[in-house]
Every structure is written in structure tokens, then in C-alpha cells.
């Protein structure tokens, strides 16, 4: 019987281990050996439309649409298309000033909400543009953004290209410097995968263009489109890549709770996923194998890291290594408890909050998966605080 526990117990921590630690390790280091692919010939310049969707985006929108303005790609090849999403704020009057710039921009405005997927569904009707780039309200481009997509795409198999997200607005009160490693451990991970085998996991969301013609109809009851849009592209046999260059900005969530919810909702969409994609697994190829690696396991962590506690109750009498990981395990909890009461006496450690970091992203998961149980009938979200304090 012990014998069976032991095997179960490590069973359960190996694939932890193997999904945030191995397997990033091995891939970033395997791709520093892999040539880099030409692409400063690339004269690429086709028409491109910007999809937006906003709802409530007044601190931000004016700088957003700035910053597409003042992009070093030919204006002339460039569209943007804003859908709002019944705003109840200064949205719709600051887009509206911009309407006769030098960039067409077109605005449609959503009498009631929608959601970001039924806005891009319907906005991507109106797109004239080869390439589509989707984009958040509050992810400011740089002036080399665009072209630094773009021009991997003078290769015919690659199908969607990932921005390089950096974030800005970091506190030490909150949880925005954990999200920023974080961030910035999961882009060299992408841009790995997309080297390695061009099959990059997912992009960050924020920012990303693709061909239009392998757009597929996001489902309306989705919560997470960038996902469900870089599986159709890999399905369809086409690459999947991160560009460093393609720098973009982002204000980073500060707010454990606001991110905790954020978080919780994506796992949801994250489930949903994992459903409607499960067939890649039986495969068996290059896909299935990184699909697994990089986001099934870390889907499952919440799962595997409960049934090690559980496992270690019955088991940490019967060595020291036993005995140590239950207590190691105790130790973390521990420390997670312990900043969360910090946090509420206004005193903050940093090394503590990477492990609250960690342990919400997972408890996230946890709720996220029995939000998914539930059914999802709509992607009308809840924007998450802008520039938060």
C-alpha cells in the first residue's frame, strides 16, 4: 500500500515540476541554439485593419489610438476598427475625434453589451485588410510595432505572430511585479516554441495579428479568443510565432483580488479550450506534445498540487524525503497566509508574494474549471481597473 502512495505522490509532483520548471528550462535553452530566420529583406507592406473592442476605455483610448498614428508602417495601408461596447463614459466622444484622421478609422458603436468576441466577430466583416491585428484598448504600440509583426509574414506558412508585451505601472504593494516575471518568463517560452517548432502556445492577447482568410468564427460563449484563434491556425498547419521586436506596453494588474477574478474568468475560458481542443492530444505530434507541455498541466497544477497534500498525509511518516515535502508543503501555505494578513497591515515582502502569486494563479484555476462545469452563454466581460493605484 505504501508502496502505491509513494508511486501516486510522485506521480502527482513530477508533472508539476516538469510543467513551470523542465520544460521552460529545456525549450528556452534548446531554442538559444537554433538559428534565427532571415527576415530583414522582408519589404511586406499589405493592407492591415486594427480590431479594437472598448468598453469604458476613456483613461486610455486616446493613447492608444495615438500610438497607431504614429506607427513608421505606410499610413495608407493601415485601418482601424473600434467597436464599443455601450460605454457609459467619454469612449465614444474621444474616438469620434479621430474619425477624419490620416488612418481610416471606423467606429461602431454596440446599443447594449456584447462582449469583446461578438464585437470582433462582427467587426472582422467589415475588415479590408490581409492582415488583421488584434488589440487591447490599453496596450500602447511603439512605432516599429507593426512592420516587426509583419514582416514574418512574407513566409506563406506562418499564420499569426505574437507581440513582445512589457509592462509598466510595477508597485511594490501589490502583485505587479510577480505578474511582470511572470509575463516576461511566459514571452521567452513563447518566442522558444514559436522558434523551436512554430508552435507557439497562445499569445499574450493584448496584441497579435494574423492572416484574415484563417480567421475562424470565434464561439460566442467563449472567454478566452486569442487561444482558440492560435489552435485554429496550428490545426490548419500554419506557424505560430513571438516577435521580441514587436514591443508593446501595458499597464500591469496591481490588485490581488481584481487579478485573482480576472484570472478566475480565464480559466474558465481556459476549460473551454481544453475541451474544444482535446482531439489534439490523440495526434500524438509536435503539437499535441507542446499543447501538453506548456498549458495542459499547468490547466491540471491546482488538481495535482491538492492531491499531493492528500497523498502526503498518508504518507510523510515513511522517510525523511517524505517528511520534509509535507512540511515543505505546510511552509508554503503557510507563507501565503502569512502575506495575505501582511498585505492587510499595509507591510509587503516581495519573496512571499511570488509564492501568493503562484498559489492564486492556481486557486484561480481551481474556481475557473468549476465556472466552466457551470456553462458559459455569453463573453460579456468586466474590464479590469486601468493605471491602477
Known amino acids: 500500500m505504501s508502496l502505491t502512495l509513494n508511486i501516486l505522490l510522485w506521480s502527482f509532483i513530477t508533472p508539476v515540476i516538469y510543467t513551470y520548471v523542465i520544460y521552460p528550462f529545456v525549450t528556452i535553452s534548446l531554442a538559444k541554439r537554433v538559428k534565427e530566420k532571415d527576415t530583414t529583406s522582408s519589404t511586406l507592406t499589405p493592407k492591415?485593419?486594427?480590431?479594437?473592442?472598448?468598453?469604458?476605455?476613456?483613461?486610455?483610448?486616446?493613447?492608444?489610438i495615438k500610438s497607431i498614428l504614429l506607427s513608421n508602417y505606410p499610413?495608407?495601408?493601415?485601418?482601424?476598427?473600434?467597436?464599443?461596447?455601450?460605454?457609459?463614459?467619454?469612449?465614444?466622444?474621444i474616438i469620434q475625434r479621430y474619425t477624419k484622421s490620416d488612418i481610416t478609422l471606423k467606429h461602431v458603436k454596440f446599443s447594449k453589451r456584447s462582449g469583446k468576441i461578438t464585437i470582433i466577430n462582427s467587426l472582422i466583416k467589415d475588415a479590408i485588410g490581409?492582415?488583421?491585428?488584434?488589440t487591447d484598448s490599453n496596450v500602447i504600440f511603439t512605432e516599429n510595432t507593426i512592420n516587426a509583426l509583419l514582416k514574418h509574414f512574407s513566409d506563406p506558412k506562418v499564420g499569426l505572430v505574437d507581440s513582445n508585451m512589457k509592462n509598466f505601472g510595477m508597485k511594490k504593494t501589490g502583485i505587479s511585479i510577480p505578474e511582470k516575471t511572470y509575463i516576461s518568463v511566459e514571452g521567452k517560452l513563447k518566442y522558444a516554441e514559436g522558434k523551436m517548432w512554430g508552435s507557439m502556445m497562445g499569445p499574450f492577447g493584448g496584441c497579435f495579428a494574423m492572416r484574415k482568410?484563417?480567421?475562424?468564427?470565434?464561439?460566442?460563449?467563449?472567454?478566452?479568443?486569442?487561444?482558440?484563434?492560435?489552435?485554429?491556425?496550428?490545426?490548419?498547419?500554419?506557424?505560430?510565432?513571438?516577435?521580441?521586436?514587436?514591443?508593446?506596453?501595458?499597464?500591469?494588474?496591481?490588485?490581488?483580488?481584481?487579478e485573482f477574478f480576472r484570472k478566475t474568468r480565464i480559466s474558465a475560458g481556459n476549460f473551454q479550450n481544453l475541451s474544444y481542443f482535446s482531439n489534439v492530444l490523440f495526434k500524438c505530434n509536435r503539437l499535441a506534445f507542446v499543447?501538453?507541455?506548456?498549458?495542459?498541466?499547468?490547466?491540471?497544477?491546482?488538481?495535482?498540487?491538492?492531491?499531493?497534500?492528500?497523498?502526503?498525509?498518508?504518507?510523510?511518516?515513511?522517510?525523511i524525503l517524505n517528511l520534509s515535502l509535507a512540511i515543505a508543503y505546510l511552509i508554503l501555505f503557510g507563507i501565503v497566509g502569512l502575506d495575505l494578513l501582511l498585505i492587510n497591515l499595509g507591510l509587503h515582502f516581495k519573496p512571499f508574494r511570488y509564492l501568493t502569486h503562484f498559489i492564486s494563479?492556481?486557486?484561480?484555476?481551481?474556481i475557473g474549471f468549476f465556472k466552466y462545469l457551470k456553462g458559459s452563454k455569453t463573453s460579456v466581460w468586466n474590464r479590469t481597473e486601468r493605471l491602477q493605484s
Not at 78 to 89: A, H, Q, R, S, Y
Not at 130 to 134: A, M, N, P, S, T
Not at 295 to 317: D, Q
Not at 361 to 366: D, G
Open 48 to 64: 492591415v485593419s486594427i480590431l479594437i473592442a472598448a468598453h469604458n476605455e476613456e483613461l486610455v483610448i486616446e493613447s492608444k
Open 75 to 93: 499610413k495608407e495601408h493601415i485601418e482601424i476598427l473600434i467597436g464599443t461596447d455601450k460605454c457609459t463614459d467619454n469612449t465614444d466622444e
Open 130 to 134: 490581409e492582415i488583421l491585428i488584434l
Open 213 to 258: 482568410n484563417l480567421y475562424t468564427k470565434i464561439p460566442n460563449n467563449f472567454l478566452v479568443d486569442d487561444f482558440f484563434l492560435n489552435m485554429k491556425v496550428l490545426e490548419n498547419g500554419y506557424s505560430c510565432l513571438n516577435e521580441p521586436d514587436a514591443v508593446v506596453y501595458e499597464d500591469v494588474s496591481n490588485n490581488l483580488k481584481a
Open 291 to 319: 499543447f501538453l507541455s506548456h498549458k495542459i498541466l499547468r490547466w491540471l497544477s491546482p488538481f495535482l498540487i491538492l492531491l499531493i497534500g492528500l497523498t502526503l498525509c498518508f504518507t510523510y511518516e515513511e522517510s
Open 361 to 366: 494563479m492556481n486557486a484561480a484555476l481551481f
